[in-house]
């Protein structure tokens, strides 16, 4: 192992559990481990990563037992994140460690040029410096948004100074905002979306989002791909915003939800092997309508049963907002299939994650 990444390895193994807590956010801690899917970070209980120092080994060692994988947490990094190679993992892990320049100097490579803007490796740097939104201006924003458990499932993150820029011919600015990361069918992360925030908290007339143009834009590969709540199995529930599937999750948390951002995403975004039923969680516009014929259409040419939910007012999360979970839950009740009542309604209230 290169000297740089032996130094590495050490002390992000003294970081072991905030490791794990920024890129394995689907996990959880269970007395000297960490549990969760995949050195990908896919929610289950088959990897575990030791955040201690014990007799059996060092901290940050990871064990795959449904694989027999297992390696240290640098490679942690290069995995949950897709990276290409051991310069792009250094830098990404220096970045999370916050070393000082003379400290890089010690430990690493020339860094390479940056990403592109706009780019997948962009959007992928941009969630990775993120942090949990516990506690932050996002949960904020959400709770006035009506939302008052976010069961995001690792989904969502935080970024205190995200850059703005308005327009070619104006300086960037930084504000607040959520950044939720956008993944395609095999959970690579192929994009994010960026809504910036008011800092002084949620406000009524712009719903506390930052008082700028444009608050909300994506960047990477998003045709075809969503923001995902929930590990799909065989029914899967998609819209368009976030707020509105949050908002659906808030009453159905077992459910796994998609929200392709946009009508015409909507419209494209690529439907998971093995679903036997899609609810299209329609807008109440034009737009809603022809997303909704479309998709009906492909999951049927797909074998798959598509299911329209239809809000009584604009979205789910104006209904949410003015009719309440109980409400909404009623609103829901009549338009689930039966099945799906009992499996994803009844007993809602359990957390999901």
């Not at 942690?76 to 890089?104: Q, Y």
């Not at 706009?118 to 201006?137: D, H, P």
């Not at 959520?178 to 008011?198: F, P, S, Y």
């Amino acid at each position: 192992m290169p000297r740089d990444a032996i130094e590495l390895t050490r002390r992000l193994a003294r970081e072991a559990e905030a490791v794990c807590r920024h890129y394995l956010s689907n996990g959880k801690r269970q007395g000297r481990y960490w549990l969760v899917g995949d050195v990908h970070n896919t929610p289950g209980r088959s990897l575990f990563v030791r955040l201690q120092e014990s007799p059996k080994g060092p901290a940050g060692k990871w064990t795959d037992a449904a694989t027999g994988e297992h390696g240290d947490l640098l490679d942690v990094i290069r995995e949950s994140l897709g990276l290409r190679d051991f310069r792009e993992t250094a830098e990404e892990a220096r970045r999370f460690l916050k070393l000082p320049r003379a400290e890089r100097e010690l430990v690493s490579k020339p860094v390479g040029p940056a990403a592109p803007a706009g780019s997948q490796e962009a959007a992928r740097r941009l969630f990775a410096i993120s942090s949990s939104i516990e506690g932050t201006v996002v949960e904020t924003y959400l709770q006035g948004r009506g939302i008052a458990h976010v069961r995001d499932g690792g989904s969502l993150r935080f970024h205190p100074r995200c850059y703005y820029r308005p327009d070619e011919h104006l300086p960037t600015e930084t504000w607040p905002a959520m950044i939720a990361c956008v993944t395609d069918l095999d959970g690579k992360i192929t994009g994010v979306h960026r809504t910036w925030l008011d800092p002084d908290g949620f406000d009524r007339v712009r719903l506390g989002k930052a008082p700028i143009d444009t608050p909300r834009r994506a960047m990477g590969d998003l045709l075809g791909n969503a923001v995902r709540f929930g590990v799909v199995d065989d029914v899967l529930a998609a819209g368009e915003g976030i707020e509105t599937m949050l908002s659906l999750r808030y009453v159905l948390p077992r459910m796994p939800m998609a929200a392709a951002l946009s009508a015409n995403h909507l419209a494209a975004m690529l439907l998971p092997s093995g679903l036997r039923r899609l609810y299209i969680a329609r807008d109440a516009d034009a737009a809603g309508e022809t997303v909704l014929a479309v998709l009906t259409q492909r999951a049927a040419d797909a074998g798959i049963e598509a299911i329209a939910l239809s809000p009584r007012l604009g979205d789910f999360n104006e209904d949410l907002h003015v009719f309440g979970l109980d409400g909404l839950r009623a609103a829901l009740r009549i338009q689930l299939v039966p099945e799906d009542v009992v499996r994803f309604l009844h007993g809602s209230a359990v957390p999901a994650e």
